[in-house]
């Protein structure tokens, strides 16, 4: 795949050089309606709030008549508030658009690249220490956080991860997974600590004063100016990397010196108003939508419609989603809840290759699946064997031998019951996760950066929202629901349906081939889409969890995957899922197809677009189905194939009842340390998992882009 295509908008790739007379009086008619919708937000934003006081009351500041009350809510609420967000606005899209110039990918932003996430991280981190910093020492620290995550994704998408389209973003989805668990574990451990972070973690501009934004504003100010220094170098960046150092750019100079200004503007962002999504990516595609594509205006432009963007995302939130009894709700979400339909959009209109494109993922057998198998069952009996004889209560051989021949032990049987339930979802889990990765043939796809999780959150934080008194049973059917809601969504904006006339695409060796009647799956965009899907899912949760009034603390257990008071009863609900999972081994021949691309497949007669929509649509119900009764648990769909994989090689007839196994393994370990490290008190078995998956994961993105997989 070339990297010069990345997007369908011509003008996206367009020299800065074109149409430079006409382009001049469209760019400033664009930065001057930036300027006038910014000034008409800041005076509605700076007019709100619950004091009462309204505009009439603070235009008497400016002619000295306002009396000390008004004085008071403007410098100690109104002010800082408005100062917040503006910094934060015009950060966050200086950022975006710096990571767009240089990836050339309109998806770009500090939150798809992970910097956001490392930059939250590292407070939460601070504050779970009892550190107080202030602003400059918070910027910094965030900073360095960013810096991190940054590194880390580029580190792992490869050295061809800046011109491959979506390899870089699928890297920063993951690490960004990776280290948002980690801070929700430190949210959970240190609750006392942390508190309050939670919702700020969803982006807040709700400042107790104005000098961290004063002191963050002259960061961004000084960065501004050092940015002018790589406006020309930008631009020429956009005809190619070899196009602009024929034209005497230091390609990856400007690179790295732009990619260091965007990680700091993202910490000032970070700093002051926590980790806000999706502003970095509007804020610029909206500027080149409009026309401006040379940095010299693009870049204000964006800064501006940014700050607009924030700050009319706060006035919306003040207005109609905050009552006296549950507070009000973060800005960040409510960006989030409009920029993630644009970043689908945005990500169905990228050019990402067909499936003859993608590398399949392939190992060889390295071992009898007899001995794996009994391996594995081995390893699962003596896990469950150590969780029931560990806990809080000791439990002695002998107590362990009069319940295995019929002697009533309700602690034993208490912790039998939640030990099966986790296993079953950890084998549940895990086959979907071979499902997901057979049809999207990417190594880190796995059902929570698809989003099908998210969705079963939102099922499941809707029924207790709605129907709190609700049966027990309410619970798993609306997170099932909810789950496979979310695939249907994602098939929806990710699937392109070819007409009866069909079309065309590229071969693997620049032919065009007919495509037949269907829904067209493209691998890379479906992780994507689900990425957008599973923001918009977050921000919904969090919109229901404050209007419910949920213990934050109770909702993250869940959210964070827990398999606290299961017991032998929920089994019942997996009956679906595993008749699911059993149905794929018997249709694994169909799976193994998948691998080979498009035209191997329907030679063979396989009808490829209906097997990868039932293939997704039974990860969701295996997925749904786990999330249901446990939380959401992530990075089992990723470690256990993977480890499957390796050891008994491709052929899903041997990969799918293995990556089972292994899967129970894992979060039955995961439960038994969850409950045991802290005893009396105990981790959600999902943030140990992440743990472990975190640091696989990275190993795997580092052995995918060495060998070009990603």
Known sequence: MASDSLTRDPEAAAPATSGRRGSLGGALAVLAGAAVLLAVVAVLH??????????????????????DQVRNVFH?????RLLTGLVAGAALAASGALAQAVTRNPLAAPETLGVNAGGYLAVVAAAALGLNLGGFASAGLATIGGLIAAVGVWALAGRRGLVVGGRVLLAGAAVTMALMSVATLLLVWFERSTQGLYFWGNGSIAAIDSTRAWQMGALVLVVGVAMVALIRPLDLLSIGDDGARAL????????????????????????????IAFVGVVAPVTVRMLGVHRHAWLVPSAMLIGAALLLSADVVARSFLRSASTGELPAGVITAVVGAPIFIMLARRIRFGYVDDQAAMGARR??????VAVAGIVLLAA???????????????????????????AVVERRFGRLAVAAV????????????????????????????TGGASVGAVASLMLAPAAPSWVLPLAALAGGVAATMVLLLAAGRRTGRGGGTRRRGGGGRARLRPGLTLDPTRVVLVGIGVGALCTAVVAILALQAQLAVNRALTWLAGSTYGRGLDDLRWFVVPVAVGVLLVVVARSLDLLAYGEDTPRALGLGVDRARLAVLLCAAVLAAGAASVVGAVGFVGLVAPHTARALVGPSHRRLIPTAALFGAVLVVAADVVGRTVMAPREIPVGLVVALVGAPYLAWLLRRASRRGVA
Do not use: M, Y
């Open 46 to 67: 700076v007019g709100q709030g619950s004091s009462g006081i309204g505009l009439g009351d603070l235009f008497g500041i400016l002619t000295g008549d306002a009396p």
């Open 76 to 80: 100690g609420a109104r002010l800082p």
């Open 248 to 275: 005497g750019a230091n390609v990856t100079g400007v690179k790295l010196a732009a990619l260091g200004l965007a990680v700091l503007l993202a910490a000032a962002a970070v700093t002051v108003a926590g980790p």
């Open 366 to 371: 390295r071992l009898p699946i007899g001995a």
């Open 383 to 409: 896990t469950v064997v150590a969780g029931l004889k560990i806990g809080d209560v000791s439990v002695s051989w002998a107590d362990l031998g009069d319940w295995v021949r019929g002697a009533e032990s």
């Open 425 to 452: 979802a950890g084998a549940c889990l895990a086959v979907a996760g071979v499902a997901v990765q057979a049809v999207v043939h990417n190594p880190i796809a796995e059902p929570s950066i698809i989003g099908v």
